[in-house]
């Protein structure tokens, strides 16, 4: 992570039903999911309106931007604009220990500070957004196992192919079925 994304709660904001605005850009850097690396080139804008509720600091908004990942079949580059909403739930008092409605992972405690970090947040919003398997297109031929060629780009000539076609049969437990003959 390379950036930050910081809101200083004013002592005016502590007053129930009190809300603010706040917005910024965060260069977020990488972003991890699972075994894929998301990198955003630009800047990530966020806004959020922090709301007191009584007992917490509601956190909503939303961030956006464009992240760049290897595609899942043919790891070539590919894009994604992501909008993604921002949500979080900040307990004034840090003596409470539950919230009804809550699950204990629901929700944080507001630091001493006053400070929190939005940071967190929106890397969760992200994660949401990103695909669980990145692809350039849906039709993604991905690469030839024999000799590596991107097949999106017109058959390798290795007769690879055929090994896929192979490969593809062997690993479906039901191509045997199509060797039985019904008529």
Known sequence: MTGFATIKIP?????????SRYEGLLDLGVLH???DEYRFADSVAWEVDVTNTGEA???????SGCAVVHCARCLDEVAFDLEADIE??????????HVEGLDDDEFD???????????PLIEAAF????????????DCAGLCPVCGANLNE????????????????????FSVLRKIDLG
Do not use: K, M, T, W
């Not at 002592?11 to 809300?19: I, Q």
């Not at 600091?57 to 961030?63: D, Y």
């Open 154 to 173: 017109g058959d390798c000539g290795c007769g690879g192919d055929a090994a896929v076609r192979d490969f593809d049969e062997a690993a479906n437990p």
């Open 57 to 63: 600091f509601l956190v909503s908004g939303r961030a």
């Open 109 to 119: 405690v507001l630091p001493a500070n006053h400070e929190i970090d939005l940071v």
């Open 33 to 35: 999911a699972g075994s």
């Open 88 to 97: 979080g739930y900040f307990l004034i008092d840090s003596g409470q220990e």
């Open 11 to 19: 002592a005016e904001l502590f007053a129930p039903a009190e809300s």
């Open 127 to 138: 994660l949401v957004e990103v695909p669980f398997v990145p692809l350039c297109r849906d």
